[in-house]
């Protein structure tokens, strides 16, 4: 699968949403943080914002739910426009249920881990999802610092999308940057999340390329790549 690239529109500005995603065109998704002060200690955005923002943008959204209950509220997540839906295992009480409600409403199903849970408890779950989210940072800001403890978990992973012959992508969220883009990616990643990345430079779009043009060097000889 080819590298994709999702800046976090939680580094932009959020009084001019629809220029900030005119902003990063050539990026794959648009990675929407909906925080809801209760799973993560931070509060941002929700289905009314992402309802507009959907409208005012052709990049589709990549919407990745820091809420509690995510049973009741991602499916509307979908009806407002996103494309892509991440809910998190540790809030997540049918996360089976949940994965295939929003498949059927015609979104790509996500789940995120938090940097403290474990992938294999999940193993089984992996061919409801169309993609897996290894938070490298702990949920609920912008701006931290990459957690390099996760490579091998994000290595443990991409051998079970192998072993089981998924499609599955793999998405990093945390930290990527031109610094850390590249052990991510030949850790297994193929979807990478970047916020400050992208936003915090003068010219995000160039930001996007360059951050593509590394992961894109880095998967052409990646094992895990060669073999998939
Ligand atoms: O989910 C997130 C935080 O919980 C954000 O997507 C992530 O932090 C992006 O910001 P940065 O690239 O600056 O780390
Ligand atoms: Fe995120």
């Keep these: ?27 794959d998704w648009l990675h929407v943080d909906v925080m809801d002060n209760h799973f993560v200690p931070n509060l ?36 407002a426009g996103a494309g892509s839906v991440t809910f998190h295992a540790e809030a997540a009480a049918a996360p089976v249920r949940l994965a295939r409600e ?23 779950l992996l061919p409801e999802l169309d993609m897996l989210l290894i938070m490298t940072v702990e949920p609920g800001f912008g701006g931290q610092a990459f957690l390099d403890i996760m490579l091998p978990k994000i290595r443990r992973t991409r051998e079970l999308i192998s072993k089981h012959g998924l499609e599955l992508w793999l998405q990093v969220d945390g930290g990527v940057a031109e ?42 000889s990646a094992a895990w790549a060669c073999a998939h």
């Design 102 to 124: 929003i498949r059927a409403k015609g979104a790509r199903a996500s789940m995120a881990l938090k940097p403290a849970t474990p992938i294999e408890p999940y193993e089984d």
């Design 179 to 220: 610094s850390t883009i590249e052990r991510c990616a030949e850790a297994g990643a193929d979807v990478f999340v970047a916020g400050s990345a992208v936003y915090g430079k003068d010219d995000p779009a160039a930001a996007v390329q360059a951050l593509r043009a590394k992961a894109e060097d880095v998967t052409a």
């Design 44 to 79: 941002t955005l929700g289905v009314p914002i992402v309802e507009s923002l959907s409208k005012a943008t052709s990049t589709p959204l990549d919407c990745h739910l820091m809420i509690e209950d995510p049973d009741r509220w991602a499916p509307q997540y979908v009806e």
């Design 1 to 27: 699968m080819a590298v994709q690239i999702n800046p976090s529109i939680l580094s932009a500005d959020f009084a001019r949403l629809a220029e900030e995603a005119e902003a990063v065109r050539g990026a």
